[in-house]
């Protein structure tokens, strides 16, 4: 079983920065694919960004691209998303997900495991 815990979300201007983190209760952490996912009110959950289970194969969702950044550290079992230049569009709980599968993956379905969310609120 895997738990994932996420923190980092707030309230911050258009413009600004959050840091994302992703704690799994893991033993080896190398063997998961993980991403980032968010949903907005009324809209679908979409992926952000994506690693490999060693972080040598990045998925950005074309939104996002430019302004975030998603990293990995294996050792700390972490997961993290350095989201910068936030707009009001980025508005959304935040979802860390784990998959034991192939990478890359990018539908929802597709991963195993899910944290219970942490808030992004950009105002305008």
């Known amino acids: 079983q895997v738990h994932l815990v996420e923190s980092g979300g707030g309230l911050v201007q258009t413009g600004g920065s959050l840091r994302l983190s992703c704690a799994a209760s893991?033993?080896?952490?190398?063997?998961?694919?993980m991403g980032w996912f968010r949903q907005a009110p009324g809209k679908a959950g979409e992926l952000v960004a994506g690693?490999?289970?060693?972080?040598?194969?990045?998925i950005y969702a074309d939104p996002v691209k430019g302004r975030f950044t998603v990293s990995r550290d294996n050792t700390k079992n972490l997961l993290s998303l350095q989201m910068n230049s936030l707009k009001p569009i980025d508005t959304a709980l935040y979802y860390c997900?784990?998959?034991?599968?192939?990478?890359?993956?990018?539908?929802?379905?597709?991963?195993?495991?899910w944290g219970q969310g942490t808030q992004v609120t950009v105002s305008s």
């Open positions: 997900a784990a998959r034991v599968s192939s990478w890359p993956a990018s539908l929802p379905t597709a991963f195993d495991y």
């Open positions: 893991v033993r080896t952490m190398n063997k998961y694919g």
């Open positions: 690693s490999s289970g060693d972080g040598g194969n990045i």
